[in-house]
């Protein structure tokens, strides 16, 4: 690996994101992108340490301890990419030449990654605006909280009624 990719300080974006830390894994949602991101264990750990002062090969030991195995810097440089690719990263350093354009599944075929620390998977869906949220009304006999939710505009006893019921 070069000195350049070796020296990298990935930092994290944390403008415009509502973050939900979970037990294994951390929600992400992209205010400005309307999307969703759910981060597994290891890209969330590897996003988390993106600060700036953390070079990837700093972010490997510290996952290597908190697994209690050693783990390949290429795991940290796999994780930047994917939150790279999903506009997670305010800095986001070049990968060493070896790794640019190796997907997951090449990296855990060519270096055997140990089955002690995940793969980082960065999975992303596009959220719903709000007005698609809200576009589709209700039909009578659908469940509902409130008027607006019905096609009649009526909503008793927690469904959606004909407007003359009202």
Known sequence: MNEKARTAKPVARKQGLVIQELPDEVLVYDLDRDRAHCLNATAAFVWQR?????????????????????????????????????????????????????????????????????????TSIVAPTRAGATASPLPDGSACSSDSQCLSNCCQGGFCVASFHC
Do not use: S, Y
């Open 50 to 122: 993106c600060d700036g002062k953390n070079t990837t090969g700093q972010i490997a030991r510290t996952l290597g301890r908190q697994f209690d195995c050693a783990v390949d810097e290429k795991i940290v440089w796999l994780a930047l990419d994917q939150l790279g690719k999903n506009h997670l990263l305010d800095r986001q350093p070049a990968p060493p030449p070896a790794l640019v354009g190796m997907n997951r599944r090449a990296m855990v075929r060519a270096f055997g990654l140990a089955v002690f620390v995940a793969v980082p998977v960065v």
